[in-house]
């Protein structure tokens, strides 16, 4: 069993910077992605971002390009999301997740953190 651990969210005003942690812990394999997801009050969750083992990383909604960086830490059981220039639209609960596979397959997920962002 995979654990996934988030840490970092809280409340910023719009324009401001977060950074999110997430630890995974547990009978982890190799080469997996780790990827982010957010959800909203009344919407669907959302894909935010992924990082694969090889470092490649892609990104969801295009409002979160240019200003959310997806990063791995060194021991790459650790994923960042740094999240700048912050919307009151992007208060949400941010998921970390896991796909063992490598691709983006989704088996684990952490319990939420949540971000809010007053305007």
């Known amino acids: 069993q995979v654990q996934l651990v988030e840490s970092g969210g809280g409340l910023v005003q719009a324009g401001g910077s977060l950074r999110l942690s997430c630890a995974a812990s547990?009978?982890?394999?190799?080469?997996?992605?780790m990827g982010w997801f957010r959800q909203a009050p009344g919407k669907e969750r959302e894909f935010v971002a992924a990082?694969?083992?090889?470092?490649?990383?892609?990104y969801g909604a295009d409002s979160v390009k240019g200003r959310f960086t997806i990063s791995r830490g060194n021991a790459k059981n650790t994923v960042y999301l740094q999240m700048n220039s912050l919307k009151p639209e992007d208060t949400a609960v941010y998921y970390c997740a896991l796909a063992p596979s490598g691709g983006y397959a989704w088996d684990y997920w952490g319990q939420g953190t949540q971000v809010t962002v007053s305007s």
């Open positions: 990082i694969k083992w090889s470092g490649g990383y892609t």
């Open positions: 547990g009978r982890t394999v190799s080469s997996y992605t």
